[in-house]
């Protein structure tokens, strides 16, 4: 059973600092793996996915890893501002018939001014 | 604002009402997918349709039950629902199954409280 881990839960940061979040999943039998962001009562934002056979996507100031043999895949944020608060999350999904995604508990992140 | 809209946005409901949640989208997408999330955990998935028709059913009681009248719309009819059925419900869609380098895309949630 896949299993999608995210360290840390909270990371609070000052304004400008470069940061990674972390994601690790037990089978590395994935389709693809995807990032979303999630603002408080909203839903969810997609940020950046990442096919298997990929090892890594840039968006802006956000690029995303993946390294599907280790089960790990991690999102940076280059010169985090306070509009990036908000909890992060990873899903992976493994098999491409089904569409089903398997979410991390997600990393709250908060930029402070 | 997001591609897919949800109504309505928040919902209170006895137990032994009868109400539905909405999603529509208007990006041709023919995959569509309903999850629900309780408060600091992640989204589960419940169900997800296929063309109009249902592909998966995650083991969800009858209670819910989903429908898809068209491309566009996917509803979730509730019918005495219990207080721990209260939680955000997320509808999110995507290109088509088979195609997994599409993202799915999510509105914002209808958030539903049972009393």
């Known amino acids: 059973k896949q299993e999608v881990t995210q360290i840390p839960a909270a990371l609070s940061v000052p304004e400008g600092e470069n940061l990674v979040l972390n994601c690790s999943f037990t089978?590395?039998?994935?389709?693809?793996l995807q990032w979303f962001r999630q603002d408080p009562g909203k839903g969810l934002t997609s940020l950046l996915l990442?096919?298997?056979?990929?090892r890594e996507q840039t968006s802006g100031r956000l690029n995303a890893s993946l390294d599907k043999s280790s089960g790990r895949s991690t999102l940076y944020i280059a010169a985090s501002q306070p509009g990036d608060s908000a909890t992060y999350l990873c899903a992976v999904r493994g098999s491409s018939n089904t569409g089903k995604l398997i979410f991390g508990q997600g990393t709250t992140l908060q930029v402070k001014p | 604002d997001t591609e897919v809209t949800q109504t309505p946005k928040h919902l209170v409901m006895g137990m032994t009402n009868k109400k539905s949640l909405k999603c529509e989208q208007h990006m041709g997408h023919r995959a569509m997918y309903w999850y629900k999330q309780k408060a600091k955990k992640p989204p589960e998935l419940m169900f997800v349709?296929?063309?109009?028709?249902?592909?998966i059913n995650e083991s969800v009681p009858s209670r819910f039950s989903p429908e898809c009248p068209n491309s566009s719309l996917l509803n979730l009819h509730l019918h005495a629902l219990q207080p721990e059925d209260s939680a955000l419900y997320l509808c999110?869609?995507?290109?088509?199954?088979?195609?997994?380098?599409?993202?799915?895309?999510f509105g914002d949630g209808t958030r539903l409280s049972i009393l």
């Open positions: 999110a869609s995507s290109q088509e199954l088979g195609m997994g380098n599409q993202p799915q895309h």
């Open positions: 349709y296929s063309y109009e028709k249902l592909s």
């Open positions: 990442i096919q298997s056979s990929q």
């Open positions: 089978d590395s039998a994935i389709y693809n």
